[in-house]
């Protein structure tokens, strides 16, 4: 059996395209989105040993419960992927909307926290995995008209590289840019731009294995799906 790879933001984009390459090396992929239709076709098409359930990550009850039911039925996973994320519509930051502010820390920050918290100390306890959380290459740069995803991005940089510092020996926290590729969160930003760049299926056939290959003596870089 391959590893256990547990993936938020599963059902679309990256994550989608994730769980297909994960599926087709042989590892079991427990993975969650926040629409009950999208997780249904995923379940369609991944069935037994995925494992896909509909969660949203800004509520740390339900993270926990995902988690408790993953680790009761696949135990402590080898990667734990941290994808799901919200963008915000592009505008100067002082007609930024509160509420997309907010909904987007509650997501790329806090859901990060959440999943890491329910999900470590089982890692922690058996001693080994690595935790990737998707960073952005506006995560380490700024650009006009996205300043809430800036922002959130560099928490998750520092976040994680804080974390890595708190791990014991042989296991590893990476946040990872997963470089330019072609989505809808990418066309929010910008447009038809977008269409230059690889497309998911296309960046999941590098990066699956990439993700595959980190170890502890990746703990604590900032690294890149080049």
């Not at 590893?3 to 079991?28: E, P, Q, W």
């Not at 990550?57 to 339900?62: F, I, M, R, T």
């Amino acid at each position: 059996m391959g590893k256990v790879i547990v993936l938020t933001g599963a059902t679309r984009g990256l994550g989608r395209a994730l769980v297909a390459a994960f599926a087709a090396g042989g590892h079991a992929v427990a993975g969650c989105g926040r629409s009950n239709g999208h997780v249904a076709e995923l379940r369609a098409a991944f069935p037994g040993p995925h494992r896909f359930a509909a969660v949203d990550v800004a509520d740390p009850a339900a993270v926990a419960a995902w988690a408790a039911d993953v680790l009761a039925a696949v135990g402590p996973p080898d990667l734990l992927v941290n994808n799901a994320a919200l963008m915000n519509t592009p505008a100067p930051l002082w007609q930024v909307d509160p509420a997309e502010f907010g909904a987007m820390v509650d997501v790329n920050v806090k859901g990060v926290f959440h999943v890491v918290r329910a999900f470590l100390p089982a890692m922690v306890g058996r001693g080994a995995g690595v935790v990737v959380n998707l960073s952005s290459g506006w995560g380490r740069s700024t650009a006009p008209e996205v300043a809430p995803y800036c922002a959130t991005k560099y928490a998750v940089e520092g976040l994680t590289l804080a974390l890595a510092q708190e791990l014991p020996r042989g296991m590893a926290a990476v946040p990872l840019n997963p470089g330019v590729i072609d989505t809808d969160m990418l066309r929010q930003a910008w447009a038809d731009g977008a269409s230059r760049y690889p497309k998911a299926d296309e960046w999941a056939r590098r990066a699956a294995p990439f993700l595959l290959g980190l170890g502890a003596k990746d703990n604590g870089r900032s690294l890149t799906v080049s």
